[in-house]
């Protein structure tokens, strides 16, 4: 019976984990017998599965942690990149797909780097509720602490457009990306799970970047994690230009800006 649900299957597999593609041999899924992803792939069929607009097999789970779970099942090992600091977070995923050798590698290597450093594992030193997606369970840190102390610059470009001679309602503030520029270890603190780090992955929290962005396109929502988090605007910019859509002066005139706020805490 599973050799017939996995006929059904092509060899290269369209996954999206999350949000992220992945493209992998129905082989390197399987590797692991009695896992999530061998069941899935072997005791299901390709109608069973849920699937995304582009028919790619669909899983609701952490799209940039996947990247691991693929490489294990590829070798069987465990090689994680310096100043990695989500390891509990993996171990989540990696008993979310069922996977017991990824767990052990992951615990004996956290014990190893916690012994070895002297320092907090991942899971306490991001123990503030500000981590949580939920707003209604952060709790504002000390603006006053040195330790914690930074600044952070949010930035979007956005359009908007006004009707002929302005008599037609004017299509407000289109945000195509809010992007987040700071030190690592703070945008992680104030934007949690809603960080998109796709851009600029693995990179150590003493580090900065101007490649991160945001997982949603609200400013006020980007606004309320700051100033949960005691942060406070000290300086904002924005240029601005403006085109017809076509030769014609009577035609909507197209404005477009990109603006920056600076957060300070």
Request: glycine share 6%; charged share 25%; proline share 5%.
């Given at each position: 019976?599973?050799?017939?649900?996995?006929?059904?299957?092509?060899?290269?597999?369209?996954?999206?984990?999350?949000?992220?593609?992945?493209?992998?041999?129905?082989?390197?899924?399987?590797?692991?017998?009695?896992?999530?992803l061998w069941t899935k792939f072997t005791q299901s069929s390709s109608g069973d599965l849920p699937k995304d607009s582009k028919g790619?097999?669909?899983?609701?789970?952490?799209?940039?942690?996947?990247?691991y779970i693929l490489d294990y099942l590829r070798d069987s090992e465990l090689f994680l990149p310096e100043f990695f600091k989500e390891?509990?977070?993996?171990?989540?995923?990696?008993?979310?797909?069922?996977?017991?050798?990824?767990?052990?590698?992951?615990?004996?290597?956290?014990?190893?780097?916690?012994?070895?450093?002297?320092?907090?594992?991942?899971?306490?030193?991001?123990?503030?509720?500000?981590?949580?997606?939920?707003?209604?369970?952060?709790?504002?840190?000390?603006?006053?602490?040195?330790?914690?102390?930074?600044?952070?610059?949010?930035?979007?470009?956005?359009?908007?457009?006004?009707?002929?001679?302005?008599?037609?309602?004017?299509?407000?503030?289109?945000?195509a990306r809010i992007t987040v520029c700071s030190k690592i270890s703070l945008a992680k603190e104030v934007f949690g799970d809603t960080?998109?780090?796709?851009?600029?992955?693995?990179?150590?929290?003493?580090?900065?970047?101007?490649?991160?962005?945001?997982?949603?396109?609200?400013?006020?929502?980007?606004?309320?994690?700051?100033?949960?988090?005691?942060?406070?605007?000290?300086?904002?910019?924005?240029?601005?230009?403006?085109?017809?859509?076509?030769?014609?002066?009577?035609?909507?005139?197209?404005?477009?800006?990109?603006?920056?706020?600076?957060?300070?805490?």
């Amino acid at each position: 019976m599973a050799q017939t649900y996995s006929q059904s299957f092509p060899e290269i597999v369209e996954l999206n984990v999350g949000g992220q593609v992945y493209v992998t041999r129905l082989e390197t899924l399987t590797a692991v017998p009695n896992s999530l992803l061998w069941t899935k792939f072997t005791q299901s069929s390709s109608g069973d599965l849920p699937k995304d607009s582009k028919g790619r097999f669909f899983f609701d789970r952490d799209g940039f942690l996947f990247r691991y779970i693929l490489d294990y099942l590829r070798d069987s090992e465990l090689f994680l990149p310096e100043f990695f600091k989500e390891k509990r977070r993996l171990q989540k995923e990696a008993d979310y797909y069922r996977l017991p050798g990824l767990s052990r590698l992951l615990a004996v290597d956290s014990k190893d780097s916690s012994e070895d450093s002297g320092e907090p594992e991942e899971a306490e030193l991001l123990s503030s509720p500000v981590t949580s997606s939920s707003s209604s369970d952060r709790t504002p840190r000390s603006p006053g602490s040195a330790a914690n102390s930074g600044f952070i610059t949010i930035g979007y470009r956005g359009s908007y457009t006004i009707g002929r001679d302005i008599q037609a309602d004017a299509k407000f503030r289109r945000v195509a990306r809010i992007t987040v520029c700071s030190k690592i270890s703070l945008a992680k603190e104030v934007f949690g799970d809603t960080l998109n780090e796709s851009r600029d992955p693995d990179r150590p929290p003493d580090k900065y970047t101007a490649r991160y962005y945001l997982k949603y396109n609200f400013l006020e929502q980007a606004f309320d994690r700051l100033a949960d988090a005691g942060f406070h605007m000290v300086a904002c910019n924005s240029t601005g230009t403006c085109s017809y859509g076509s030769n014609d002066p009577g035609e909507d005139k197209l404005w477009t800006s990109y603006t920056e706020y600076v957060f300070c805490r």
